[in-house]
């Protein structure tokens, strides 16, 4: 087992504690739905295309063709004579070991290529499922947030009334009340329209996919091991990367394929001729030479060019990945550490909305206090839950991009299997 290999399972035993918990979507629904997703179809559908393709290539496109004559023979002779004769030939170009060898390693090439492709659209298809999932979780925690806060401004009023009626408060503090209650109201519904889009939004891409009755969140953990293993298990599964690897193959091979029919193209066949009225029959085999031009030599060259250019863009490519994969991991310590941050700030300013709601009910205090410290604490509570979503989302694509959260690695077998 090699180093990537033993990094790669490192960090897939890491992620396994948490790779399947309740605020994710099922293993095995969401490798359904990504199965059916558009993106994936297409492409498994242009894999289908491709792998009848490379089949033909490799058997070649060199095919039998058949001729035939008729002609009518005079004989300036007395008496003058005509004699009808006639022909019929065989033949086939004939594919050189080198040709078919060039054309099998392109044709394996081409497969290689839209199976990179395929995993790509795969992976793209989840990266995509994870946005809308976690849009949909987010605006699901603050629709839950706000029904929580609208039950604490009912029981605000209430207890604003029972003052009122024992004469501790004047009655103007019912107006304050019943305003909070009505915006704590407007906030809860809007919320729930946001959450019910998201959910149409998500559905619409992944209708299949089963949504699970309890959004509740854990506590965000920074990502296990380090940097330096995260980026080699990322590239040791990129599908991008691969893609590009694999269109550099593709070019190569072209190139190859196109240095190898830079030679004469031989052709041989047989020929039967019926000649001086049937007098005469012919049976012999003839043999042919296409003579290349400056045309295949000007094909290759550019073939060359663009496989040096493939080469190129994928160094590239391998380049950015590892830069973007770093900068994911540390994004995820430090979204990690925000939201910790931001659940001190709120609980904190929690704690000064109790206190104050407190010393309100025993007559200390005024009711503007209570609705200024519960609207401080309303905003540290949105924003330690944004912060928390945004930490889990974090840590799922990492899992997602290191093949630690679901199954995203593609043979070809996989490709056929799947509905």
Do not use: C
């Not at 009518?72 to 086939?92: D, F, H, K, N, Y």
């Not at 706000?146 to 207890?159: F, I, R, S, V, Y």
């Not at 691969?242 to 190139?255: G, H, I, K, L, Y």
């Amino acid at each position: 087992m090699n180093a990537v290999h033993t990094v790669t399972l490192a960090l897939a035993l890491a992620f396994s504690a948490s790779a399947h918990a309740d605020y994710l979507p099922d293993s095995e629904a969401t490798e359904a739905a990504l199965w059916a997703s558009p993106m994936v179809s297409q492409a498994r559908g242009e894999f289908a295309a491709q792998s009848l393709k490379s089949q033909g290539l490799q058997h070649g496109h060199a095919e039998w063709a058949v001729s035939a004559d008729v002609a009518q023979r005079r004989i300036q002779t007395t008496p003058r004579e005509s004699q009808a004769e006639w022909g019929v030939a065989l033949s086939r170009p004939l594919r050189l070991p080198a040709v078919a060898a060039a054309d099998r390693t392109l044709a394996s090439a081409l497969t290689a290529h839209a199976e990179a492709n395929l995993g790509e659209a795969l992976h793209e298809s989840g990266r995509q499922l994870l946005t809308l999932w976690f849009d949909w979780l987010s605006e699901a925690s603050q629709t839950q947030m706000w029904q929580a806060q609208l039950k604490l401004a009912e029981q605000q009023l209430e207890g604003v009334n029972a003052r009122i009626r024992l004469g501790e408060a004047p009655r103007a503090e019912r107006v304050n009340a019943e305003a909070a209650l009505a915006q704590v109201r407007l906030q809860q519904q809007q919320a729930g329209l946001r959450m019910q889009q998201a959910q149409s939004r998500l559905l619409a891409q992944f209708p299949a996919l089963p949504l699970p009755p309890d959004q509740a969140l854990p506590r965000p953990v920074p990502p296990a091991g380090s940097a330096d293993a995260y980026v080699d298990a990322v590239l040791e599964h990129n599908h991008e990367l691969a893609r590009a690897r694999r269109q550099a193959d593709v070019r190569q091979a072209e190139a190859r394929q196109l240095a190898k029919r830079r030679n004469a193209d031989p052709s041989v066949g047989v020929f039967y001729k019926n000649e001086v009225g049937g007098d005469e029959h012919v049976l012999g085999l003839n043999v042919g030479l296409t003579l290349p031009g400056a045309a295949r030599r000007y094909n290759q060259q550019a073939a060359e060019q663009l496989s040096s250019t493939a080469q190129d863009a994928a160094m590239r490519l391998e380049q950015r990945l590892r830069q973007e994969a770093r900068a994911d991991f540390e994004a995820a310590v430090t979204q990690a550490a925000n939201w910790q941050q931001a659940e001190r700030v709120a609980q904190a300013l929690e704690e000064s909305a109790r206190l104050a709601a407190r010393a309100y009910s025993l007559g200390e205090g005024s009711l503007d206090q209570v609705l200024l410290t519960r609207r401080l604490a309303l905003d540290g509570r949105v924003q330690a839950q944004q912060a928390q979503v945004a930490a889990l989302a974090a840590d799922a694509r990492l899992k997602l991009d290191a093949h630690a959260l679901w199954p995203l690695d593609v043979h070809a077998d996989d490709a056929h299997a799947h509905p």
